[in-house]
């Protein structure tokens, strides 16, 4: 059984692959304190809920943009698990040509998106990922990274305007019935919802003329299903993209283990 960990800076996925699906996934809030021995405990309820164990898990792979977090990542792998984790950016091979400056600026999500991306869906790609930050990461026609761009994520920019504005109120993310709002409230969501929408809009098309050739928009992330039906220049939206990327390297290194 492959364990996936996946660490964003709001959010950390865990996956179970039993060598032919997805088995279960588990989402906690990332926090960089949170020991080995607190993720232990936390998974150990978690399978059992599921008539498993630890002991069931024979690999893991850990993919983390907190760097503080790996450390007690890696120790529950070592400890509670008993095997020796893959590490995206440490220990791996990705089997992925990075076409920046400096390839190892690169992400580990961003990279793991690429693989995951090109995989499914070819290329050349733009890949749109909503999170703490939105990136926006272009994959080759050859499934090469090569670079992209960082936006502050919709979850930022909500919360910016109640922290800087005395009278604006916390809000919830939602879609509005008009763009223009006959209310703080509806404006607010109104500004931050149809301002990303602009936002994705204008930079998939700014990068689709730089670039000079078709690309596929693919969305994934925790609140890229918000956009949804929105816009019509993302051509498909895939929560688990990044689960998928995880799978192939781990395949990559020959450590899957099918049923």
């Known amino acids: 059984m492959l364990l996936a960990v996946e660490q964003g800076n709001t959010n950390t996925t865990f996956a179970l692959h039993d060598g032919a699906r997805w088995i279960a996934q588990w989402r906690t809030a990332t926090d960089p304190a949170r020991t080995a021995d607190e993720y232990a405990v936390w998974l150990h309820q978690l399978l059992s809920m599921q008539q498993m164990t630890l002991g069931a898990i024979d690999d893991c792979i850990i993919s983390s943009v907190v760097p503080q977090s790996v450390f007690n990542l890696r120790n529950l792998a070592r400890r509670y698990l008993k095997v020796e984790p893959m590490v995206v950016g440490e220990n791996v091979e990705l089997g992925i040509d990075i076409r920046i400056d400096k390839p190892s600026e690169a992400g580990a999500d961003r990279l793991v998106n690429a693989i995951g991306g090109f995989l499914k869906y070819g290329g050349p790609l733009i890949l749109i990922d909503s999170g703490t930050a939105t990136t926006f990461d272009v994959v080759g026609a050859d499934g090469g990274f090569e670079g992209g761009l960082i936006a502050p994520g919709i979850n930022l920019s909500m919360q910016a305007l109640h922290s800087a504005a005395a ?56 609140v890229a299903s918000l956009f949804e039906g929105a816009t019509t220049r993302i051509d498909a939206f895939d929560p688990e993209l990044t689960l998928k990327g995880l799978l192939e390297i781990v395949r990559r290194n020959g450590k899957l283990r099918t049923r």
Do not use: C, K, N
Request: aromatic content about 8%.
């Open 167 to 222: 009278r604006l109120p916390r809000i919830a993310i939602a879609r509005p019935a008009h763009v223009i709002g006959r209310g703080t409230v509806e404006a607010m969501q109104s500004g931050v919802f149809w301002g990303y929408v602009a936002l994705i809009e204008g930079l998939i098309d700014r990068i689709r003329a730089e670039y000079g050739a078709p690309m596929q928009a693919i969305a994934t992330g925790g």
